[in-house]
């Protein structure tokens, strides 16, 4: 079932979600079948559990040619509960993002390049994997969600940080 997507402003974006207790679990295969449904239905590459008002840390992502990101390669759809994160090195790297909870904008923020996440899957099995760019990127920002963080919280400069139309020309100016 597609699910109303919370905007930025409401309270329940900010709070810090509960792991889940029961995984395998009916009620988290449905709120995964929620999540997907309304992700793809908005054409989003990601979702956390608390932008449809589910307080539990529980995140998905697919990015599979996506109009909204032409030029990055492909992430595997992936659902993650109980989602950690580590770092691997210190390389920072700054690029464009959005979010289905700030509609209409983009900001650039900066990233660990060089990740690994570990988490469960939906019926119980582990995910553990080392990545970089993009991928470590869509991961960063949906499981911020899960400690109440939007992205403009994470902008450092905000000169570059607006609206869709203004940003694409922003970026193609020379
Ligand atoms: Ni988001």
Known sequence: MIRQVLRMGDPR???VAEPVARVPGAELDA???????TMRDLDGAGLAAPQIGV???????????????PLVEPVPLTILVNPQITPIGD??????????????????????DHIRYTGLAP??????RTVRGFHA????????HLDGILYPA?????????FEPEIARLRAAP
């Open 154 to 162: 994470r902008i450092v400069d905000m000169s570059s940080f607006g």
């Open 55 to 69: 307080g539990l840390r529980v995140v998905v992502f697919e990015v599979d040619r996506n109009p909204r990101y």
């Open 31 to 37: 709120l995964v079948a929620d999540m997907l449904d």
């Open 91 to 112: 390389d920072i790297v700054e690029d464009w993002e959005g979010c289905l909870s700030v509609p209409g904008l983009r900001g650039l923020v900066p990233r660990h």
């Open 123 to 128: 019926d119980g099995s582990p995910v553990d």
């Open 137 to 144: 990127r869509v991961v960063q920002h949906e499981c911020d």
């Open 13 to 15: 974006l900010l709070r």
